[in-house]
């Protein structure tokens, strides 16, 4: 079965950088583009990146671009968003999720990001 | 201002239908075909219920149907239960690669 496991949350400071982890399991991962999508406590869902299978295509939120990137490592089935010059209004739960044609079809359980000084 | 509006909430008693629309209001949506909706239970991650518009995976439960007219889509829920009490999410591919997501809306099961 299809398994999404994201780590490297936690609390930072404004200013500062963090990268978060997603490890996949169950499906051929070098197959499929993946995303990043993060809700704010007590808020909606925002789409953050998208990366395709091969990691050729990248595409972000002009929330994020310029500060966040997305990469993978098709040899370790892991999919990676480095996140720079982090603000407090990027204080939110990190989901990573599996693109299926023109949709999400599996998410993780999240990782909470807290900026904060 | 996202560019895909859901009403905040709606609500229905048991065995009774509730449909819950999301509403393009920006024309950089594409050509709207490729509208998904997730449902989200506190605490736990979205599961997708429908994508394109109306296809429904394996394993969701033929309760739940989506549809579109030119600037609306709609999930509709028929039969409903205590447990389909959540937010639900619609989402759309925009332009350029990039995604975007209704504001969500909340379904009270009375």
């Known amino acids: 079965q299809v398994q999404l496991v994201e780590s490297g949350g936690g609390v930072v400071q404004p200013g500062r950088s963090l990268r978060l982890s997603c490890a996949a399991s169950g499906f051929t991962f070098s197959s499929y583009g993946m995303h990043w999508v993060r809700q704010a406590p007590g808020k909606g869902l925002e789409w953050v990146a998208l990366?395709?299978?091969?990691?050729?295509?990248?595409y972000y939120a002009d929330s994020v671009k310029g500060r966040f990137t997305i990469s993978r490592d098709n040899s370790k089935n892991t999919l990676f968003l480095q996140m720079n010059s982090l603000r407090p209004d990027d204080t939110a739960v990190f989901y990573c999720a599996k693109k299926t044609a023109m949709a999400f079809d599996y998410w993780g359980q999240g990782t909470l990001v807290t900026v904060s000084s | 201002q996202s560019a895909l509006t859901q009403p905040a909430s709606v609500s229905g008693s048991p065995g009774q239908s509730i449909t819950i629309s999301c509403t393009r209001t920006s024309s950089d949506v594409g050509d709207y075909n490729y509208v998904s909706w997730y449902q989200q239970h506190p605490g736990k991650a979205p599961k997708l219920m429908i994508s394109?518009?109306?296809n429904r995976p394996s394993g969701v439960s033929y309760r739940f149907s989506g549809s579109k007219s030119v600037n609306t889509a709609s999930l509709t829920i028929s039969g409903l239960q205590a447990e389909d009490e959540a937010d639900y999410y619609c989402s759309s591919y925009r332009s350029s690669g990039t995604w975007v997501f209704g504001g969500g809306t909340k379904l009270t099961v009375l």
């Open positions: 394109e518009v109306s």
């Open positions: 990366i395709s299978y091969d990691g050729n295509d990248k």
